[in-house]
């Protein structure tokens, strides 16, 4: 079993930044893809961005020129650099990571239990 713990969450003014980290630990093989949802009170869970085990990002055109992710695949873990934020990326922000068990050719699907990010105007 892997579990994903994120922290870094807050409140922050508009125009500030936040950097969001997703550690994951447990019975770790390989991780594939990791990424970063959010979803806001009211809707549906979006995708913010996501990082290949080879480091091919993509992202959210609401986030992009304003949002990095990153990894660090020693340590098993997953950065959102947040900058000039607007009250408008106030939202719960969730890890995901798609993890390879040894030996298998399917990954599990796993996701952190959510960070709080408010903007203030």
């Known amino acids: 079993q892997v579990q994903l713990v994120e922290s870094g969450g807050g409140l922050v003014q508009a125009g500030g930044s936040l950097t969001l980290s997703c550690a994951a630990s447990g019975r770790i093989f390989r991780f594939n893809v990791m990424g970063w949802y959010r979803q806001a009170p009211g809707k549906q869970r979006e995708l913010v961005s996501r990082?290949?085990?080879?480091?091919?990002?993509n992202y959210a055109d609401s986030v992009k020129g304003r949002f990095t992710i990153s990894r660090d695949n020693a340590k098993n873990t997953v950065y959102l650099q947040m900058n000039s934020l607007k009250p408008e990326d106030a939202a719960v922000y969730y890890c995901n990571a798609d993890h390879y068990r040894l030996g298998s050719s399917l990954p599990d699907n796993y996701w952190g239990q959510g960070t709080q990010v408010t903007v203030s105007s």
């Open positions: 990082i290949s085990s080879g480091g091919r990002t």
